[in-house]
């Protein structure tokens, strides 16, 4: 993997950079639909790929492993092949869903036992196995063992569970050395800070990060919780640690404005269920705020969705027609939301990107912030 900064804020610490992989060209800053179960939810690949255009797309492991199983993955020879994605793909680790949906785990120093939320047959992934496991789906970019620390958090937990996480690292970084690609395009790895909402625990942690020499790096234990402003302080932080020469991946973050907000404190890389998730249950992201398509006030509102245009559902279908949808419960209501959803946060990034390199980044967040934040 190799990755340039093309241009550099000079109001902010935004950057605008280039990633390149076997799979191809990643612009950043970029945003990555959350594909969980091989499928970005809604979405088919040709419209996710002619309509809203990604560069990349996440996969998770805790789910790929549970269904439909590894074997299943290799076989078809990779996570690429068997959902017909020929760009470039990332998987996280399992370390933030073996936390938020297993029924049951236990934490120990080997690693994390849990209870499959699907039938509660029971798994343990280590630092070791979940490298094998990733290996095995075949992303592009995968993502340390880590443990994500709930908020708020004790300090001496988190301090605890920081210091685990580095020990993962390296037991990650060991093991993977000792495993071979199963596929003939390489595979970048990406170690996580964790640390809470505390300043000095952030700093060592994005420290030692920093040492472990990786191609690129990520930032997690955020958004579960904390206000935005502690998110941000924290974000600020160890994105003056990390190095500047490689990208920056801040995890499951978030809203248009944080990611906006992001962006301006030196992040290139983000992912979120947000604009898939809201869609299904009726909301909408737009340049000038969010919309409650469910509302009474859209039912004879016959204007398009978003006279922006970005994607094709924004004029082909109007408000009353996707309230309609909504208030019937079809199907296609959930996919125009969500072709809509996505295609706004790739614009929002793009967009974020051509201001960077124009060199008048902060005016336009700036603006952008104070628009979004209306519930239209
Ligand atoms: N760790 C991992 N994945 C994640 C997170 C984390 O801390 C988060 C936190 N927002 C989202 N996804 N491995």
Redesign the pocket.
Known sequence: MKFELKAQDSQSKARAGKITTDHGVIETPIFMPVGTVATVKGVHQRELKDDINPDIILGNTYHLYLRPQTHVLEKSGGLHKFMNWDRNILT??????VYSLSANRKIKEEGVKFKSHIDGSYHTFTPENVMEIQRTIGADII???????PYPCDYNYAKRSMHMTHRWLDRCINHLDKTPLKYNYNQAFFP?V?GSTYKDLRKQSAEYIANSGAVGN???????GEPAEEMYAMTDVVCSILPEDKPRY????GTPINILENIALGVDMF?CVMPTRNARNGMLFTAYGTINIKNLKWAEDFSPIDDMGITFVDTEYSKAYLRHLFTVNELLGKQIATIHNLGFYLWLVREARKHILAGDFKIWKDKMVKQMNNRL
């Open positions: 996280d680790s399992g370390g933030y869903q993502m340390a063992f880590d443990e994500c620390t996580i964790q990520a930032i997690g234990g955020l958004s579960v801040l995890m499951g973050v992912d």
